[in-house]
């Protein structure tokens, strides 16, 4: 069956700008997690949703924000993007009825100039 | 090993030679722990994972232990191959909680044909 699909793979934005970025988890799947990763900082948790609510959130700012659809795709947004927004954000997907595990996407890399 | 540094460790070592990774995790109420491989470009994948009942657990060449009395996994790659050659991360997830898991800063593996 089709992994985790992110779109859009890279991107370019400049200071001051918002973003979204999209996320098709495996069907069968009503988790969808979502994080940051930088060289500095590793992979960090924003935010987990799961059947159209938010489940658990990670600690990011308030311009960080996401939503969860009905067939469980998922966006995420970012806001007034700052220069250490550059990262590469990862969708992953789950079941999600109990620890087990994630199903990553390939990514997608957002550059702020 | 782990490191709380900007740089990520590096484990390097010949091709047919044994790998092993280390990782120590932080919190003593987590239960359940897994390690992924993230190659160039790609998000990060399942390798291998165990439960805090058990101390030792193989897959196909690969071997993950579990030290609960120090806080300590690693991971035992034999017979590594160029293909190998990636990001491991281990994870812990305490299942009592949010299964929300918690990344290690990861270990570069590069693999000398």
């Known amino acids: 069956k089709a992994g985790v699909t992110q779109t859009p793979r890279y991107l370019i934005k400049t200071r001051g700008q918002q973003v979204t970025l999209s996320c098709s988890p495996i069907?069968?799947?009503?988790?969808v997690s979502w994080y940051q990763q930088t060289p500095g900082q590793g992979l960090q948790f924003l935010f987990e949703?799961?059947?159209?609510?938010?489940?658990n959130k990670g600690n990011f700012p308030g311009r960080f924000s996401g939503r969860q659809f009905s067939n469980s795709r998922s966006e995420m947004n970012v806001s007034t993007l700052e220069l250490g927004d550059s990262a590469l954000y990862l969708c992953?997907?789950?079941?999600?009825?109990?620890?087990?595990?994630?199903?990553f996407g390939e990514g997608s890399r957002l550059t702020v100039l | 090993g782990e490191s709380v540094g900007l740089h990520l460790p590096t484990l390097s070592v010949q091709e047919g030679d044994n790998s092993i990774i280390n990782c120590a995790y932080s919190?003593?109420?987590?239960?359940?722990f897994i390690w992924y491989k993230q190659e160039s470009g790609k998000g990060p994948q399942f390798i291998i994972d165990?439960?805090?009942?058990?101390d030792k657990r193989q897959g196909q060449r690969v071997t993950v232990l579990l030290n609960k009395t120090v806080k300590h996994l690693s991971l035992q790659i034999a017979a590594t191959q160029p293909g190998d050659s990636a990001v491991y991360f281990c994870?812990?997830?305490?299942?009592?909680?949010?299964?929300?898991?918690?990344f290690g800063r990861g270990t570069s593996l590069i693999v000398h044909p």
């Open positions: 165990i439960r805090s009942n058990m």
């Open positions: 949703y799961f059947s159209e609510t938010q489940r």
């Open positions: 069907s069968g799947h009503r988790s």
């Open positions: 919190n003593s109420a987590s239960d359940y």
């Open positions: 994870a812990e997830i305490a299942s009592g909680g949010s299964y929300i898991p918690t």
């Open positions: 992953a997907s789950s079941r999600g009825q109990a620890a087990g595990e994630l199903f």
